[in-house]
């Protein structure tokens, strides 16, 4: 242990170096450490703590209303008995915004702050500092003065695809507050499911907070399957009051996000006179984007002002996120209203009456002092005047938005969409798709590459978005959410010179103990292990095993032997590997099992005669000849895949020998463009230079997701095989993605 904090001391910035010298200093590993996230400005330990055994708070009059966060924070203790800690919060008006000093001494806590929200974060680091201690009657001793890089820092949340109840959005905002997230960008209203009350139209309530049932698995399964259950509910104005002072006595702003002119199925289902055809939808049942969009009428508009005179009057925020993302002008293209209406107004096309759309409702909430915020489509067909734009589909519409000199925030779905995967491990829990690992989003930087000096202070923050069609219930978004908003965090509040990935780790590992305690699920990706197996040179088949960041040791166990996984390890025969990485004595990740099936090919030479799509690749051509077969219930990890093209592999056995048979395995799964090849030829020789053709064989149709394909070659002596699987070519018509080119999926080639 030790040892780790004296490698990463070297190689991290002098801002750490006091840190680590003083617990060095101290021998204290454990108690004088300030495991804080995100990470501060100005971090100074000293090597004293302070005893918490009671404590008394004293605030100024400006900050009264945080006893009760204060009283949540110090929970447990006694208060005001003599000789208690005294807590001091004055307002120190020379501070900026959001700024906080803390001084830990072995007498007490100063805190300043010149406005509540510094004092919020004040406390919460307080809370962190207790929390993530060996012990929390002691914290460190210490000066902090700190301030966040960006003024915006927000995390979302849709409730539409699925539903979660106050209790749970008040948890998530404690968890914002907790990494000094200031804004908690509410998604409440969505195709399948309208989940804010409006009074004057209850079939809001009655009709579009419900829908019938939901499909099951992924949406790209053909055919969908439904499970038949009714589906719903909404936030009562009164739940929303409520949250929105929770929110607020934790600095939290919350951003509602009432969508248009798309993602309003479920508002047109129970008024048919909001779409273009006036014919009745149904609340969406599946994921995608619908064509049933708001007509553009004058019904349209009053129907939009009046909810958002009810939104207005429940949410405080400076802003209204009006969506403005993925709305698909069939409708409107369809409709004379429309066509008519781009005429008369003397618009191009349907882009500029989305544009259209969106700044008749700018100009609406401008005039009641309100703001917009709108996804990056907002800019097609021209920006609304006062419009921040959400950058989503990358950083151009970033870019393009700060070079008008529009307010943006950054959320590239590249680094900031925590529905997508977080580990390519077989057994991760369903996902909409995607790959964004924790080390990816705290290597994020949100002022984008290319856009000139003068526009970077029009970026305002960046923000984590959770849609949730795949998270119906809590624990799901939890287990999504957390550690990843951690890493965000630290992006969006610390300055990029006291950011470091290994030392974040070695923090986020006291915070996963504290989460624990209080039964918050969690994905602790960092102990999960990267195993490559490398295979294909000639040389045997050799297994790497990294942690994806945990310093805690690797256990394997192989033959029946235990050990601690120091170096590769050679595969020689026929076994089953475990490895996982142990925290006292348990397993920290997932465990995992790899099955080795040796055979005259696994470790030999190979080459192919076109290399597999990037992504797909692997550990590049020796997992073909690895020993180890990949899931028979998705195509990652060991399988290999072409797009359009055959696979040609050639392998050299390294000598003449028999060969009895030799069999591939094949995926298939037309919904996802995954077609077994037309037929199979296999070729044999004992020179490399003269070949002899095997009958090609035509590969069969299989119901099954797997196809093992065996080729009895009758006790043949060879050294060389090369073997050419035909791709199946174009997709067919009325197949999904019918006309690309098909794909072609290949594991482990077994030659006995
Ligand atoms: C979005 O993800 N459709 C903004």
């Keep these: 242990m030790k040892?780790?904090?004296?490698?990463?001391?070297?190689?991290?910035?002098?801002?750490?170096?006091?840190?680590?010298?003083?617990?060095?200093?101290?021998?204290?590993?454990?108690?004088?450490?300030?495991?804080?996230i995100p990470y501060p400005a100005e971090l100074t330990l000293s090597k004293d703590s302070l005893s918490l055994s009671s404590v008394s708070l004293s605030l100024a009059p400006q900050f009264e209303d945080l006893k009760p966060l204060f009283e949540e924070i110090f929970e447990g203790l006694p208060t005001d008995l003599p000789g208690s800690a005294p807590i001091q919060v004055t307002r120190d008006t020379a501070l900026a915004a959001e700024a906080y000093h803390l001084l830990v001494t072995s007498k007490g806590i100063e805190i300043r702050?010149?406005?509540?929200?510094?004092?919020?974060?004040?406390?919460?680091?307080?809370?962190?500092?207790?929390?993530?201690?060996?012990?929390?009657?002691?914290?460190?001793?210490?000066?902090?003065k700190d301030q966040p890089r960006f003024s915006y820092r927000g995390m979302h949340l849709d409730v539409g695809r699925h539903f979660f109840p106050v209790s749970f959005v008040k948890q998530y905002i404690d968890l914002l507050s907790m990494y000094r997230f200031n804004t908690f960008h509410w998604h409440l209203t969505e195709d399948q499911g309208w989940r804010i009350e409006i009074k004057k139209y209850p079939k809001l309530q009655s009709t579009a907070a419900y829908r019938k049932e939901t499909v099951i698995g992924h949406n790209n399964t053909t055919p969908?399957?439904?499970?038949?259950?009714?589906?719903?509910?909404?936030?009562?104005?009164?739940?929303?009051?409520?949250?929105?002072?929770?929110?607020?006595?934790?600095?939290?702003?919350?951003?509602?996000?009432?969508?248009?002119?798309?993602?309003?199925?479920?508002?047109?289902?129970?008024?048919?006179?909001?779409g273009c055809t006036g014919k009745a939808a149904e609340v969406a049942t599946y994921w995608g984007v619908f064509d049933e969009v708001y007509c553009p009428s004058e019904k349209t508009f009053t129907f939009l002002q009046d909810v958002l005179d009810e939104v207005m009057a429940l949410f405080p925020s400076p802003y209204i996120?009006?969506?403005?993302?993925?709305?698909?002008?069939?409708?409107?293209?369809?409709?004379?209203?429309?066509?008519?209406?781009?005429?008369?107004?003397?618009?191009k096309d349907e882009h500029e009456l989305q544009s259209y759309f969106i700044q008749r409702i700018e100009k609406y909430l401008n005039s009641k002092g309100r703001y917009i915020i709108g996804w990056d489509e907002i800019l097609e067909g021209g920006l609304a005047p006062n419009a921040t734009v959400m950058s989503?589909?990358?950083?151009?519409?970033?870019?393009?938005?700060?070079?008008?000199?529009?307010?943006?925030?950054?959320?590239?779905?590249?680094?900031?969409?925590?529905?997508?995967?977080?580990?390519?491990?077989a057994?991760?829990?369903?996902?909409?798709?995607?790959?964004?690992?924790?080390?990816?989003?705290?290597?994020?930087?949100?002022?984008?590459?290319?856009?000139?000096?003068?526009?970077?202070?029009?970026?305002?923050?960046?923000?984590?978005?959770?849609?949730?069609?795949?998270?119906?219930?809590?624990?799901?978004?939890?287990?999504?959410?957390?550690?990843?908003?951690?890493?965000?965090?630290?992006?969006?509040?610390?300055?990029?010179?006291?950011?470091?990935?290994?030392?974040?780790?070695?923090?986020?590992?006291?915070h996963f103990e504290w989460w624990k305690r209080m039964g918050l699920p969690f994905a602790d990706k960092t102990a999960d292990l990267n195993i490559s197996i490398h295979s294909g040179s000639g040389n045997g088949?050799?297994?790497?095993?990294?942690?994806?960041?945990?310093?805690?040791?690797?256990?394997?166990?192989?033959?029946?032997k235990t050990f601690t996984y120091d170096k590769p390890i050679v595969i020689q025969k026929s076994d089953t590997l475990l490895a996982s990485v142990q925290r006292g004595g348990m397993s920290a990740g997932k465990r995992d099992t790899l099955v080795f099936r040796m055979h005259q090919a696994a470790g030999k030479k190979i080459n192919l005669g076109h290399m597999p799509a990037k992504k797909y690749s692997a550990d590049g051509p020796g997992s073909l000849i690895n020993g180890v077969s990949g899931a028979n219930t998705n195509y990652t990890e060991e399988w290999i895949g072409f797009?359009?093209?055959?696979?040609?592999?050639?392998?050299?056995?390294?000598?003449?020998?028999?060969?009895?048979?030799?069999?591939?395995?094949?995926?298939?799964?037309?919904?996802?463009?995954?077609?077994?090849?037309?037929?199979?030829?296999?070729?044999?020789?004992?020179?490399?230079?003269?070949?002899?053709?095997?009958?090609?064989?035509?590969?069969?149709?299989?119901?099954?997701?797997?196809?093992?394909?065996?080729i009895p070659t009758a006790k043949t002596k060879t050294r060389y095989i090369r073997l050419v699987a035909n791709n199946a070519g174009l997709i067919p018509a009325g197949q999904p993605g019918e006309g690309n080119p098909a794909w072609l999926f290949v594991d482990e080639i077994f030659v006995n």
């Excluded at 170096?17 to 004088?32: D, M, R, V, Y």
């Excluded at 009714?230 to 936030?235: L, N, V």
């Excluded at 929303?240 to 996000?257: D, H, L, N, Q, S």
């Excluded at 970077?456 to 550690?483: A, F, S």
Aim: proline share 5%.
């Design 113 to 144: 702050s010149a406005h509540q929200r510094g004092a919020i974060y004040a406390l919460q680091t307080l809370r962190q500092l207790r929390e993530t201690q060996n012990s929390r009657d002691k914290i460190p001793c210490l000066t902090i």
């Design 3 to 36: 040892q780790n904090i004296i490698l990463s001391f070297l190689c991290i910035t002098g801002a750490f170096t006091t840190i680590f010298l003083s617990s060095c200093e101290t021998g204290e590993t454990s108690t004088n450490q300030a495991m804080v």
């Design 427 to 510: 057994n991760e829990p369903l996902a909409i798709g995607g790959f964004l690992p924790l080390s990816k989003v705290y290597g994020y930087e949100p002022v984008p590459e290319g856009l000139e000096e003068e526009a970077h202070r029009y970026i305002l923050g960046t923000q984590g978005n959770v849609w949730t069609e795949y998270m119906d219930t809590p624990e799901k978004v939890l287990y999504m959410v957390l550690p990843r908003m951690q890493a965000l965090a630290e992006v969006a509040w610390s300055d990029p010179k006291v950011k470091n990935y290994d030392h974040f780790l070695q923090r986020l590992n006291t």
């Design 224 to 274: 969908r399957q439904f499970d038949g259950k009714p589906y719903g509910g909404y936030y009562t104005q009164e739940e929303i009051k409520e949250v929105v002072k929770y929110a607020m006595a934790r600095g939290i702003t919350i951003i509602p996000e009432i969508e248009l002119p798309g993602h309003a199925q479920a508002a047109i289902a129970a008024y048919p006179e909001l």
């Design 541 to 560: 088949v050799l297994v790497a095993v990294k942690t994806n960041g945990s310093t805690l040791p690797i256990q394997c166990v192989l033959g029946g």
């Design 321 to 347: 996120h009006i969506g403005g993302d993925e709305c698909p002008k069939t409708r409107w293209k369809e409709s004379k209203f429309c066509q008519d209406l781009i005429k008369k107004v003397n618009l």
């Design 643 to 710: 797009e359009g093209k055959n696979l040609e592999a050639e392998i050299d056995l390294g000598a003449i020998t028999y060969v009895d048979e030799v069999s591939m395995r094949f995926y298939h799964s037309p919904e996802q463009w995954i077609y077994l090849p037309g037929q199979v030829s296999l070729y044999f020789s004992q020179d490399g230079k003269n070949y002899n053709e095997m009958p090609a064989f035509t590969v069969r149709p299989t119901q099954s997701k797997v196809l093992d394909f065996l």
């Design 392 to 425: 989503w589909r990358g950083v151009e519409g970033g870019i393009a938005a700060a070079r008008q000199k529009h307010d943006v925030i950054m959320t590239p779905t590249d680094y900031c969409y925590f529905d997508y995967y977080q580990s390519r491990h």
